[in-house]
């Protein structure tokens, strides 16, 4: 994750931390190819703006009265920074999931991870939080992705609610409610279905869905390295079914990873967990401290 960010930056620094004293320039200098770097990394204009104000104002104020080298200085500025942009829930693993059976619902476009994302979490809420979990897929225009969830239901010792060929996806999230209840779920999880791209009916359906299952979390699965676009995405379902986080997938790839810097700032909702492989064990909480260190390397 951040590989080319984390070069960029660590370029600017290394050169920054040669120099004796910082001035002024050096400061607007430097910020200069901060803020390219930024961008160059996907992460959103107005996010970097932002950011490379924030740090100039305190690099420019600070570096001289201190005992460190000046590129420490602004290295640590730049840190506690990113911090500050990337940091959102206090604890983004954990899911408000109290009083059983607690609703979850899993949206987002197809391709994005969802599924996959879907059975990962259950798996964690069991093991870790010892939650007896049910899955659901309401993706009824794809059989293909309903066995899909029953196959990695399987392999992870997760239930699966049983499908019913013809049912609706409101349906479906009924029938899943009542089995939760029946069975003595902690937690059931709904897999909404994606399209290619936000559209209306995809929408209508998600939102449905939402007014039945009255869900305690709604998170957003959306492929990291899709930069802007998955800034886009998760602004157009939060504005219209309203999320409470976002998962970040294929942050095991070598994309530019912006998206993660941007995300909350630009939509207002914290990163909960990053998918880092197709495995089912790939799925970690986020964590600033560790994005930032990386970024900075
Ligand atoms: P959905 O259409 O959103 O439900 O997407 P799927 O869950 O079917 O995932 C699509 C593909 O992406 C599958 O091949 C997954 O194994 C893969 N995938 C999902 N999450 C990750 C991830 O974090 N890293 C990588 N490398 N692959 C992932």
Partial sequence: MFENLSERL?????RLTKQGALSEDDVRTAMREVRVALLEADVSLPVTRQFVKAVEKKATGAAVTKSVTPGQQVVKIVHDELIEVLRGEEDPGKLRIDNPPAPILMVGLQGGGKTTTTAK???????RDGKKVLMASLDVNRPAAMEQLAILGTQIGVDTLPIVKGEDPVAIAKRAKTQAGLGGYD???LDT???????????AQVEAVRDVANPRETLLVVDGLTGQDALHTAQNFDDRIGISGVVLTRMDGDGRGGAALSMRAVTGKPIRFVGLGEKMDALETFEP???AGRILG
Avoid: H, N, P
């Fill in 193 to 203: 279905a994606g399209r290619l791209s936000i559209d209306e009916e995809l929408m």
């Fill in 121 to 127: 979490l259950a798996k964690r809420l069991k093991e």
């Fill in 289 to 291: 401290e560790r994005v």
């Fill in 10 to 14: 660590g370029g600017v620094f290394d």
């Fill in 187 to 189: 937690v059931y999880m």
